[in-house]
Nanobody, 120 residues
Framework: QVQLVESGGGLVQPGGSLKLSCAASGSIRNIGTMGWSRQAPGKERRLVAAITGGGSTNYADSVKGRFTISRDNAKNTVYLQMNSLKPEDTAVYYC??????????????WGQGTQVTVSS
């Protein structure tokens, strides 16, 4: 069974840094573009950053220059390095990816989410 598992969230002071990880496991044949989204209380979930299998990236304007997305294809893992964190970055962060499994079934998977809280 394919699943995505996130880690690395927590409480950090404004201006601090956190690094999130998301590992895909199970019988995987292929993983497409991997992304990080976030959802603050009372708001819609929004894409923060995405990275293709070849390493091309894109970011939401609100995090450009502060967040960096990367991936390790050998480990089926995507990372989100978050620097210069602001209180408005507080949210539950989710990773997602379209995955083809060993039976050639394809669908988009989501992780369970990890809380990031930026507060003094």
């Amino acid at each position: 069974q394919v699943q995505l598992v996130e880690s690395g969230g927590g409480l950090v002071q404004p201006g601090g840094s956190l690094k999130l990880s998301c590992a895909a496991s199970g019988s995987i044949r292929n993983i497409g573009t991997m992304g990080w989204s976030r959802q603050a209380p009372g708001k819609e979930r929004r894409l923060v950053a995405a990275i293709t299998g070849g390493g091309s990236t894109n970011y939401a304007d609100s995090v450009k220059g502060r967040f960096t997305i990367s991936r390790d294809n050998a480990k089926n893992t995507v990372y989100l390095q978050m620097n210069s964190l602001k209180p408005e970055d507080t949210a539950v962060y989710y990773c997602n990816a379209p995955i083809v499994d060993s039976s050639y079934s394809a669908r988009t998977y989501w992780g369970q989410g990890t809380q990031v809280t930026v507060s003094s």
